[in-house]
């Protein structure tokens, strides 16, 4: 149930319009001539940048990032803003940046490289001076419940917000983040269980769309065996979010458990469309079928759920070879100089 639990998620082309060749040589002529201006501006920005003068160089990065043409310069300008914002005190200032530079370069490492730090130095800022401004406020308590989350100090972090709901019991979402709490630890009791239950269900009297809430009381309810009420919560999550993909998976193997096998189909056949690796959803199809007759099907999706099991492993073994070679560099001793 937790790894069902954590993905159902509890913690960017413009195509020219060209009609005649004369209008896109004008375009290409007009941008051409402007190239050299905007370029020029953007060199001088990311020389001032890179002299250590970022006072002087933020304005003109900010006006530069959004009129260079050249990629490559774009992104030197757009690091260098990023530098500079993160850098001299102007830690919002980034945001610019980094929107320019996460939808023209989403893929490139050293960008990314650079987001990470920068959105983990922002969050740090905010928490901070949420803290200063705050400190007795039930989002203090919220971000201290959410690091102990992280630490999987999961009792501590339900006592917070615990803490949370003696200020305001009708708060949106708590509820359900207690239940979170209480359902991550590793071996939660049936009292534990039978807890978060109840704060999921008070959950969903305060926001009744809540899809996330009655996904996870129909994966308690799937536990306990209770298929009724598994496919009652299953259903009523794939309503309230049409693209939450784990609920057509609990719902389809929910409807198998009861030996629905004909109404298992189409939720499960939805939740392969959006998962097409994942064993899995091959596996419970494949029992779909062959519960409902339809032999041919079922001895395809055996052999697709057979297909991506070996496809998983290979990539588990790779990842664990990488991890190795990893390891093993970080432990050998510097060479001698």
Request: with cysteine; aromatic share 6%.
């Amino acid at each position: 149930m937790r790894e069902s639990f954590r993905r159902a998620g509890f913690s960017f082309v413009l195509l020219p319009c060209l009609s005649l060749l004369a209008t896109f040589s004008v375009g290409q002529a007009a941008k051409k001539s402007a190239t050299p201006g905007a370029s020029g501006e953007a060199e001088r920005a990311t020389n001032l940048a890179e002299s250590g003068h970022c006072a002087e160089a933020l304005p003109l990065l900010r006006r530069a990032i959004r009129q260079t043409a050249d990629r490559e310069l774009k992104k030197r300008v757009g690091l260098d803003g990023l530098h500079c914002a993160m850098t001299h005190s102007s830690p919002y200032d980034s945001l610019d940046f980094l929107v320019v530079l996460s939808r023209e370069f989403p893929r490139d490492p050293e960008v990314l490289y650079a987001a990470t730090h920068a959105y983990s130095d922002l969050s740090m800022r905010a928490s901070q001076d949420l803290a200063h401004e705050a400190p007795f406020s039930f989002q203090v308590h919220a971000l201290n419940a959410e690091a102990l989350e992280i630490q999987g100090r999961w009792d501590e972090a339900a006592a917070e917000y615990r803490k949370i709901l003696d200020i305001n019991p009708m708060l949106p979402g708590i509820h359900a983040r207690l239940g979170r709490a209480l359902l991550s630890k590793p071996q939660p009791s049936p009292a534990e269980v039978e807890q978060a239950k109840k704060s999921f269900e008070e959950e969903l009297e305060i926001d009744p769309r809540n899809a996330v809430a009655e996904f996870v009381l129909g994966q308690v309810a799937a536990d306990a065996k209770d298929s009724a009420a598994a496919i009652r919560h299953f259903t009523r999550a794939t309503k309230l979010d049409t693209g939450f993909m784990e609920a057509y998976l609990g719902l389809g193997t929910a409807l198998n458990s009861a030996k629905q096998f004909t109404e298992a189909i189409p939720p499960l056949e939805t939740y392969e469309k959006m998962a097409p690796d994942s064993p899995t959803g091959h596996y419970q199809l494949a029992v779909a079928y062959a519960g409902a007759g339809r032999r041919e099907d079922s001895n395809r999706e055996a052999a697709l759920q057979r297909q991506t099991s070996e496809a998983l492993e290979e990539v588990k073994r790779k990842a664990a070879i990488a991890q190795e070679k990893q390891t093993s560099t970080d432990t050998q001793p510097p060479e001698p100089k």
